[in-house]
């Protein structure tokens, strides 16, 4: 596609407005490939506020517009439900276990082999963790919720779960103690938070606090900060942020996340997506980035009453190239595809789930009216 053919089928502010933005992009791309992209996908720009008259941008995606209209339907019907169960109140405190269940324990499907040290250390770890849940769960329905103090009670929680003697045999495996436990210590705080945050407005600063809490748990390092060196990655052709501008970049992106309207505006798997990819482009921290980029997705997913999604480990290949396309050629298509079939698929989950209890439940009244029949004769 020529530059001349594709102007004449837009308007010429479309494509100066473009070309001013693609300009300040650091990519790959061609002015051609790029102007494709624009004008035949939804194309998202992640930028700062203006300043002085001029915007910085640091990158962009592009995406196909998607029907959503089948997943609306389950995410309505699972709301009706939820709200039925709970008689009619809005408080998290009358949420089904079986249903939080679901919500939680997506993220542990992390492998099948039921003998692997993965398996076993995670199916330990979900069932000890979960007196600790409901212990922050019940202080946060009476306190107010603090992202700082959640935080310091999941890490407690996770040095007293290690305690246990059934992780002696895990002790010297970093691979299992640093990637996986403290992986699902982090998605309990990044579960917890998306429900406080439900209905409100976040701010910048909430989301870096955010950042900064959800990594120190998910990497076990307290009061890390930006990487300021550079790095390499072994898998894709492109170069992370450089060092340098981290902290530019980080600022950039909180700033787009809590006060742009096109992330507004996006679907909250489009916006998880691109939320993911740019934490994976950027690189902040010195390890585990693709982990924390994850998990602050599904806090985007949670927040807005969405499934949480886990990438079993037989879509890992698919995933890392997903995303290597995606900050490669500014086409997050394929990424939004994985997302998007995670979500559909528990809340399938979830949707069967309530329709068991809601069974369960009219089987109760029945027998309750049927008791009550029976004493009145």
Known sequence: MGIKSANASVK?????TFMRKFEKVVGQLTIEEGYKLYTEKKCIFVNS??????????SFYCFNERDYSALNLVLS???KKISALRKGSLERADK???????????????ESDPESAVFISNYYYKKFIKPYIKKIYDYYTKNEFDANECKQMYMQAHNDILKHKVFGQFVDSNYIINNFLTFNTAFQFVFEYAYSK?????TKEDFLKLIFNTYELESGHANQGFRSHNVRIRKGNWTPVDGSQVGKSMDILSDWYANSRDAKSLNPIELACIIHCELVRMQPFSDGNHRLARLVANETLIEADFPSVSIP???????????NKAIEEHDIDDLIDIYYEQV???ALKINKCLDKEEKKQENQDRKRENEGAEMQL
């Open 12 to 16: 010429k502010y479309d494509f100066e």
């Open 49 to 58: 506020k203006p300043k002085q008259g001029a915007k910085e941008f640091s």
């Open 77 to 79: 019907d699972i709301s």
């Open 96 to 110: 089904m276990d079986k249903v939080e269940e679901i919500m939680r324990g997506v993220i542990y499907e992390v």
């Open 198 to 202: 439900r209905y409100t407005e976040k």
């Open 313 to 323: 480990f037989n879509l890992r290949d698919e995933y890392n190239k997903a995303t």
């Open 344 to 346: 559909y698929k528990n």
